[in-house]
């Protein structure tokens, strides 16, 4: 219905566009759906990308290490990627590169049920038993962390599972005490979903560990053609307009998110709209328009990643990122 | 002649490694898609300790539901072929489970058994116990009718057809499915890891597919093809000395004679 009244207010407002077909465009995200992709069906919804001529298909992700691959080998070439594992990526010659980082804080947190919470302190870390989903963002900023504290990796006993829902589960069922995920994702939904109550620490609140976070990539030799840089373009300042909407409308975003994942229930869902939106910008990026990220805040996630977790650093950090392809806000069409 | 015979597989091996090391050189590939094999070696050597750690689990896991499937398939076997009776009874929920695909309830293992030993061991007993009961089965049951016979006329006893008869000749067969299933179980145990686990090759696989560490990746893989080899190889000569009369060493033989 809601698409039906976005083409139709379109077909009003623009007659000549009226015969123009949409360009396919897809998209392929983390991670199953939660609540920090509602941004992107905002976009959808509200009819954003359409006014740029685009038809986005979202998809979804298992993982961002897993879904950097995709975009290296051309079979996404746009897609939603943690930004620590895409550097890692490109450190060994993937040629993807940033061009818009929509979270840039780390939400990564251990996951744990609340009546059998740990680890909820430092101390609590060594021995426990930490459930990841191999090819997920969480290992690299996990192994910086675990660097910061002066503990390797070896140090707690690392449970890797091959799916999204199998972490969940072995936390659960006690066969794990925590896994690594993000605060504003598993631990709303997995209470949600099971009614097990559930408790999470921030790795930032507990080393000030973080880096930049969610980020759009795109595959280098497809943003070399002049033709699919004006449909990133394009897809961006749309996708750029559906986080700035969610951001001053949380609660229909969050409604609107729904509509693609209906297991969530709304107050689930605004939930984590409400977390993703506190940490899209940093201290040096307040005012900048969404996605547009701050060399500095590369060079520290570099710093931190390189130190602590054996990313060999790059001397010209412009090989993980670029802003040109952003546009300033209103965010609205080219005419 | 027969030395450059010898030497003729270490040479092919050799090449490819040459021409895996030049081409990843001439034509600069990035490493998240493949070291060159200097680099494998290098880190096969360094990191050692860490692959015999998570080998011996892979191996111990395998090991462990290999043994459990011989000692059920071959009683299973041996009752099949004995009565039509049971055959009919088991033979199509044996076929059942076969066909469900291993990987398909490997997850189910990990929320019914945790992420211990225990799954990984089952997913290896599962995927490499059919090959055995087949082919235990058909080798029971390929004894001529003439062969019974003969052993009956000369007053062998029920027992004695079974033992000195029956099943030397089902012994070919059964070795077929064991080296199958050998090589299977190494699998077996893998897939369980995958799923699942805080140890093992598998798990290291994972995780160095998660860190890009390709070549400690690679080096994982060659860990796993060694075990794989050893145990199809130990199983191989384990039939070389209980069956030297089959046809199988003895064709092998005359051909090197020649």
Redesign the interface.
């Known amino acids: 219905m809601r698409i039906i009244v976005g083409l139709m207010a379109l077909l009003l407002a623009a007659p000549v566009f009226a015969q123009q077909k949409l360009e396919k465009f897809p998209f392929r995200l983390n991670w199953t759906l939660y609540g920090e992709h509602a941004p992107f069906f905002v976009a959808r919804d509200k009819g954003f990308y359409a006014a740029e001529g685009l038809e986005v298909e979202i998809q979804e992700g298992s ?1 961002s ?1 897993t879904v950097a ?1 995709l975009v ?1 080998n051309s079979t996404s070439p746009v897609a939603y990627v943690d930004a620590a594992t895409m550097m ?2 490109v450190t ?4 993807v590169k940033a061009v818009g980082v929509t979270l840039q804080q780390s939400p990564m947190a251990f996951i744990y049920r609340a009546d059998a919470a740990r680890p909820t302190k430092i101390s609590e870390i060594k021995g426990s ?1 930490i459930a990841i989903t ?3 963002a969480s ?2 900023i996990f ?1 910086a962390f675990m660097g910061k504290l002066g503990m390797k990796l070896e140090d707690v ?7 999204p829902a ?1 972490k969940e ?2 936390v659960l ?1 006690k ?2 005490d925590a896994l690594l995920g993000y605060f504003m994702d598993q631990g709303p939904r997995m209470q949600l979903q099971t009614g097990v109550k559930m408790g999470w620490t921030r790795l930032y609140d507990m080393a000030g560990v973080t880096t930049l976070s969610s980020a759009i990539i795109a595959n280098n030799s497809w943003s070399q053609d002049a033709k699919n840089q004006d449909l990133l373009r394009r897809f961006l300042r749309a996708s750029q307009r559906g986080w700035q909407y969610s951001f001053e409308n949380r609660a229909e975003a969050a409604e609107i998110f729904r509509k693609a994942a209906p297991v969530f229930t709304q107050e689930i869902a605004l939930l984590e709209v409400d977390g993703t939106m506190t940490i899209i910008r940093t201290e040096r990026t307040k005012g900048k328009p969404i996605g547009w990220s701050d060399i500095g805040d590369w060079k520290d996630s570099q710093d931190l990643l390189s130190t602590f977790a054996k990313l060999n650093p790059q001397s010209d950090l412009n090989v993980y990122f670029t802003n040109q392809f952003l546009s300033e806000a209103p965010y609205l069409p080219k005419k | 002649m027969p030395v450059v015979n010898k030497l003729a597989p270490y040479a092919g091996i050799l090449v490819f490694l040459a021409v895996w090391e030049a081409g990843v050189r001439v034509f600069k590939v ?4 493949m070291p060159p094999p200097s680099a494998v070696a290098v880190v096969f050597v360094n990191e050692f300790p860490k692959l015999l750690f998570h080998g011996w689990v892979t191996t111990y896991e395998m090991l462990l539901g290999y043994a459990m499937a011989v000692a059920i398939a071959i009683p299973l076997a041996i009752a099949i072929t004995a009565s039509q009776r049971f055959d009919r009874f088991v033979t199509p929920q044996m076929l059942f489970f076969q066909v469900v695909p291993k990987v398909a309830i490997a ?1 189910l293992f ?2 019914w058994f ?2 211990g030993t225990t799954p990984k061991v089952l997913v290896a007993f599962l995927i490499s116990f059919f090959p055995i009961v087949i082919d235990a089965s058909v080798g029971l049951r390929s004894m001529s009718s003439e062969m019974r016979d003969l052993a009956r006329s000369m007053g062998a006893s029920r027992w004695q057809v079974f033992a000195q008869f029956r099943l030397p000749t089902s012994l070919p067969y059964l070795f077929s499915g064991l080296k199958v299933a050998a090589t299977l179980a190494v699998a077996g145990a893998v897939v369980g890891e ?5 140890k093992g090759l598998g ?1 290291l696989l ?2 160095t ?4 560490e ?1 070549a400690l990746m690679f080096a994982t893989i060659v860990a796993l093809t060694i075990i794989g080899l050893v145990f199809f190889y130990a199983v191989e000569f384990l039939e070389a000395l209980l069956i030297p009369w089959h046809v199988t060493h003895r064709v092998r033989e005359d051909a090197g004679t020649m």
Not at chain 1, 92 to 95: C, H, L
Not at chain 1, 157 to 163: C, D, H, L, P, S
């Open positions: 993982g290490t691959q290296a890692r990526g060994n010659g993937m040629p038993r191999a090819g997920d290992l690299a192994t006993q690392m449970i890797t599972v091959a799916n199998s589960q072995a069922a066969q794990a | 990035p490493t998240y898609l997850p990990l929320v945790g992420v995958f799923v699942g686990a805080d798990y994972l995780v597919n998660s860190n890009m390709t």
